[in-house]
């Protein structure tokens, strides 16, 4: 997922929907969308719904538990349109390419995980910058001997 990147998500009706149904789904996939933008780093423009049919492109096989007589697929874009990943600006994450600090926060979140701890975004970026300084300090000294 990355900056300008649209995000994606379906979800199959039958054609037996209520409004309140369907304004029920559209909010639980933008909301999925959201939660997924969020976890990433990221934020995402207006939602777009969109109703396809069996026959259209991209439409894969209708399910066989999907058994109303109107299947669709209600599919819903947005566009990601801005990046939450930039750490506080005094930190020595915030110094790192952004595609580095994504590799980091994700070596730290597993590292943890093994643990048993679950980190957000946050907490991972104060472990960087508790062990990066240091760590990075320690490669180079072992490197210069070498």
């Known amino acids: 997922m990355q900056l300008g990147d649209t995000i994606e998500s379906a979800i199959w009706l039958d054609g037996r929907e209520t409004k309140e149904q369907r304004q029920a789904y559209e909010k639980a996939v933008a909301d999925a969308m959201t939660a997924e933008c969020n976890h990433n780093g990221f934020s995402h423009g ?59 926060r994700k070596i730290t979140k597993r590292a943890y995980s093994k643990k048993g701890h679950t980190l957000n ?23 210069a001997m070498h």
Not at 86 to 100: H, N, R, Y
Not at 127 to 141: K, N, R, W
């Open 121 to 143: 975004s946050h907490q991972a970026d104060q472990i960087i910058d508790q062990l990066g300084p240091e760590t990075i300090h320690d490669i180079i000294t072992r490197g």
């Open 46 to 104: 207006h939602v777009r719904f969109t109703e396809l049919h069996p026959y259209d492109d991209r439409v894969p096989e209708v399910p066989d538990h999907i058994e109303g007589t109107q299947p669709r697929l209600l599919v819903a874009e947005a566009d990601i349109v801005d990046n939450h990943i930039q750490a506080a600006p005094t930190s020595f994450a915030s110094t790192l390419e952004t595609k580095d600090l994504l590799t980091l």
